[in-house]
């Protein structure tokens, strides 16, 4: 499922990695921010919010990447040009990843800034919507979003345009070993 | 029809921009539909969301009670009313209790619906759109041509022109960089709004959820950033379990967009809580306007089944002519015509609802398989109910009802017709044919009708009978093509008889709401068909076929005159079309052609109403091969030719370019022949190409296949 779903992600536009552990995929995000200019300054800085690949990861380590905060507010995810979460499942049929919600700050990371990374565990992966919406309830969230592929456009003439309200990447990190976050 | 309405379709057919633009998105729509829905039994899913979108509609009351308790449950306010009056005033109401200064909206029809932007503009409160498309028609003081795609109708220089005043600086053509602009420009408005304002695509009884979806991100904007949340919502978007959404999410961007699923899809349920810690004030609005007096109406009820998808639009020969802004200010297209007929009013509908050309396009790719051609053939018959037929048209259909009157006419014709005769084609026909424009040339009425030809055919003894359905065109301008089915048909053992008093099949009353007129030709039609006992009634032509077989008994049960049921039934069990059986013919062995005939190229044209109502597109293409021929498939072959009928003659200026296109893909297949099943296409073909010079013989597939009988 993991191969169809990247190469439905992929198809949209999606960037799809998959690492065996947190820490080759943590090495690889810190890599990446660095490549694309992470700084503590406004348009630059990096948002990332609490999830499960956090947990057991001491954030001293992660002090020298200047511009990683993990404070989260309206104002710095405006001004942020990454934003890191971690989505619970993603749908092989369609490229999609879904997450609960309710809580704003996903929802300020993921939506505000140019680049979203979005952290998976490879055990979430389902084959499609159906089997989603028997483990994913209204009942148990109030906001629950779907993602497949960057902000798109084609209202002028039709020209397929990335970017338009929200992230213009996203960038989908699985990680193998994230365990039964589920 | 209006002269005003008359002037927007000229002004729009001669905008290249347009015309340009939504032929190129319509042919390309075609070919990604069909791949997003690669691996996917269309006809099953469709079957599933017009099941559940049904039961939704016939329980309108239950599930809006239910949603209402649901969503109140988790915290939602919610109000429901009838009448749009009302919706604005509890929108402005909330705005002003809660000091809101600046609104931002994700698109939502039903808002246009209710032209909410100037009402609340007049209170004083901003209004900003946010999905790209509306924003664009926004700036630019229009109201939208698609209900996906509200600004396909503007060009990337249009766009540009508006966005540098927008932003005061002067901008280029390039489309990337203008997306941005509205990325910047927008952004600071998200951010600084007190309210947001969205649709809903569908609304979930069971959870009293609902679900939005958008490809930019501006929905998860508008639901996530100002502290109050107002949605929307016509009650034709419940559904009643929180599992029928997959259907609808799996159908509805496929038909939109060809997309497997959009960008986004949020299904918000209840209050959330604000980046202030504070809880969203959120706001549901389920919203009725006609919509329960519809789901009452035992026709219209399945129009509540549309997902507003928009495909009917995209596939729609005409509306790639015309675009949308000719059908209205809200909703455009096929189900934009029956929508604007209840949302707002019949009369309303009078002039679009003429523009439906029945090809039957839409029906076909319909997710919600609703019966778009034949609602609005009801709201014709409902027009004409209430208005009463117009004068000339009343004139014409008395002679035609008058089998002995219309004939003498016809035969009359043949003669008037002669001086304006070159070669086979007339420029000027005489009655209710000679209001015509350029582009075709029409027929000569024939010189001796085939009822008449008829009588000097010598036919072998055979053991079996069949009644021949000539129909008008057949008659009395292509008698050949009768002569080719009798032989055909005698080369099989079959003996075919000429019921005399055969009349006009109905179709042209009919398709122009006259249904008290079609009922009398049907009634004639069905005493004159039935009165010899035979095993078939064959006919040649599509459309005729289809009144045979399916529109007697849609007639009378219109009309509620149930008497004559029984026998519309036991013909339209009799009846075929001539190519499946002919094809039947052949595959049993009784029908035998000339061997190892090397004929050459030949293009199909698929007839409208052969493809998509008889469901007959492959065997005249096997009948042809088999005689010896070469398939060479023409681009968009099942594409209408424009003819319609009278609608040729109601609308030159769409059935002219309609043609026009078809001719295009009929030459450039390189074949020096074009087959098809139906005269009335012969007629709008043949006329089309002997303007245009081309050296490309039309033929009806009964002539083709009656010169390779086996000797």
Redesign the interface.
């Known amino acids: 499922m993991y191969e169809q779903f990247k190469t439905?992600a992929e198809g949209?536009s999606a960037e799809v990695y998959r690492f065996g552990t947190k820490a080759g995929a943590l090495d690889f995000i810190v890599g990446f921010l660095e490549r694309e200019g992470i700084a503590d300054e406004p348009q630059a800085h990096a948002l990332w919010t609490e999830c499960p690949f956090l947990d057991g990861i001491d954030r001293q380590t992660l002090a020298g990447v200047a511009g990683l905060k993990f404070e989260i507010?309206?104002d710095l995810a405006?001004d942020a040009r990454f934003g890191i979460s971690q989505m619970q499942w993603a749908l092989a049929?369609?490229?999609?990843l879904v997450q609960d919600?309710?809580?704003?700050?996903q929802?300020?990371v993921s939506?505000?800034p140019a680049i979203h990374i979005a952290l998976v565990p490879t055990s979430g992966i389902l084959p499609d919507?159906?089997a989603l919406?028997t483990r994913l309830?209204?009942?148990q969230?109030?906001?629950?979003?779907?993602?497949?592929?960057?902000?798109?456009?084609?209202?002028?003439?039709?020209?397929l345009?990335i970017?338009?309200?929200?992230?213009e990447r996203l960038v989908i990190v699985f990680v193998d070993d994230l365990g039964g976050a589920n | 029809m209006g002269t005003e309405f008359k002037e927007s379709i000229h002004k729009a057919v001669n905008d290249a921009n347009l015309t340009g633009?939504l032929g190129?998105?319509s042919e390309?729509y075609k070919v990604n539909r069909a791949k997003a829905y690669e691996g996917i039994d269309f006809e099953e899913l469709r079957g599933r969301i017009a099941e559940l979108k049904s039961y939704a509609a016939s329980h309108l009351d239950l599930l809006s009670d239910l949603f209402e308790q649901n969503a109140t449950a988790?915290g939602a306010k919610v109000f429901r009313t009838s009448d749009p009056v009302k919706v604005r005033e509890y929108i402005l109401t909330v705005a002003q209790e809660n000091g809101v200064k600046t609104v931002v909206k994700s698109k939502s029809m039903a808002t246009e619906e209710i032209h909410l932007n100037p009402y609340l503009e007049k209170a004083g409160i901003s209004v900003g759109e946010?999905?790209?498309?509306e924003w664009?028609i926004q700036l630019a003081g229009q109201t939208p041509s698609h209900m996906v795609?509200?600004?396909?109708h503007?060009?990337?220089e249009e766009?540009s022109d508006l966005f540098s005043k927008e932003v005061n600086e002067r901008l280029t053509s390039d489309?990337?960089r203008?997306?941005?602009v509205?990325?910047d420009r927008?952004?600071p408005m998200?951010?600084k709004a007190d309210m947001g304002i969205s649709g809903g695509n569908i609304a979930?009884a069971e959870?009293?959820?609902i679900v939005l979806m958008t490809?930019?991100?501006?929905a998860?904007?508008v639901?996530?950033?100002p502290r109050i949340h107002v949605a929307l919502v016509g009650i034709e978007k419940l559904v009643e379990k929180?599992?029928d959404?997959?259907p609808i999410?799996?159908a509805l961007p496929r038909s939109a967009?060809a997309?497997?699923?959009?960008?986004?899809?949020?299904?918000?349920?209840?209050?959330?809580?604000?980046?202030d810690g504070s809880m969203k004030d959120l706001h549901i609005i389920l919203m009725d306007n006609r919509r329960s007096e519809m789901a009452a109406d035992p026709k219209f009820k399945q129009a509540l089944q549309c997902i507003r998808c928009a495909s009917c639009l995209n596939v729609c020969p005409v509306y790639r002519l015309v675009g949308g802004h000719v059908f209205g200010k809200v909703y455009t297209g096929g189900i934009g015509t029956i929508l604007t007929a209840w949302f707002d009013e019949l009369k309303k509908s009078e002039d679009i609802q003429g523009l439906c050309i029945q090809c039957g396009a839409c029906k076909d790719v319909c997710p919600g398989r609703i019966d778009i051609p034949e609602l609005i053939m009801e709201i014709r018959r409902r027009l004409v109910q209430e208005q009463g037929v117009p004068m000339l048209q009343r004139a014409i259909y008395s002679v035609v009802n008058n089998r002995k009157l219309f004939h003498g006419m016809l035969r009359a014709a043949s003669i008037a017709g002669k001086p304006f005769t070159s070669g086979k084609f007339v420029r000027h026909l005489p009655m209710f044919l000679a209001d015509l424009t350029d582009g075709r040339s029409l027929p000569a009425i024939a010189a001796e009708p085939f009822r008449d030809r008829f009588k000097g055919i010598k036919q072998p003894e055979c053991t079996e009978k069949a009644a021949f359905y000539a129909g008008c065109l057949i008659d009395f301008a292509y008698p050949e093509q009768g002569e080719a089915v009798v032989s055909v048909l005698n080369k099989a053992g079959i003996r075919v008889i000429f019921p005399e008093e055969q009349t006009c099949c109905g179709a042209p009353a009919r398709y122009n709401g006259a249904y008290e007129t079609a009922a009398g030709n049907a009634i004639n039609n069905i005493r004159a068909l039935l009165a010899e006992d035979v095993r078939y009634v064959v006919s040649a032509c599509p459309t005729c076929t289809v009144a045979l077989e399916h529109e007697f008994i849609n007639t009378f049960e219109s009309l509620g005159q149930t008497e004559w049921i029984p026998k519309a039934r036991e013909l339209a069990a009799k009846t075929v079309d001539f190519s499946t059986l002919a094809k039947r013919l052949v595959d049993e062995g009784r029908l035998t052609l000339k061997e190892g005939q090397q004929l050459g190229r030949v293009t199909y044209h698929d007839s409208c109403h052969l493809k998509r109502t008889l469901k007959v597109s492959e065997q005249p293409r096997e009948l042809l091969r088999k005689a010896g021929y070469e398939l060479a498939e023409m681009f968009e072959c099942d594409m209408c030719c424009g003819m319609g009928g009278s609608y040729s003659l109601k609308l030159p200026e769409i059935s002219g370019p309609i043609l026009q296109r078809k001719l295009k893909n009929i030459k450039e297949t390189g074949a020096p022949v074009v087959a098809m099943d139906c005269p009335g296409c012969v007629m709008q073909i043949r006329g089309g190409l002997d303007q245009d010079g081309a050296a490309v013989q039309v033929r009806h597939t009964a002539e083709l296949l009656a010169e390779q009988l086996k000797e």
């Open positions: 439905r949209v507010t309206r405006a049929d369609t490229g999609t919600s309710t809580a704003i700050d929802r300020l939506s505000l919507m159906p919406l309830h209204p009942a969230s109030g906001y629950i979003a779907m993602i497949t592929g960057p902000s798109r456009t084609a209202d002028i003439e039709r020209v345009t970017g338009v309200h929200g992230p | 633009a190129k998105f390309a988790r946010t999905d790209l498309g664009i795609m509200p600004a396909i503007m060009t990337k766009v489309i990337p203008l997306v941005k509205a990325r927008l952004r998200f951010l979930c959870t009293g959820s490809n930019e991100g501006n998860r904007l639901t996530s950033l929180y599992a959404i997959a999410l799996k967009t997309q497997l699923l959009t960008s986004y899809v949020s299904i918000i349920t209840g209050p959330t809580p604000n980046d």
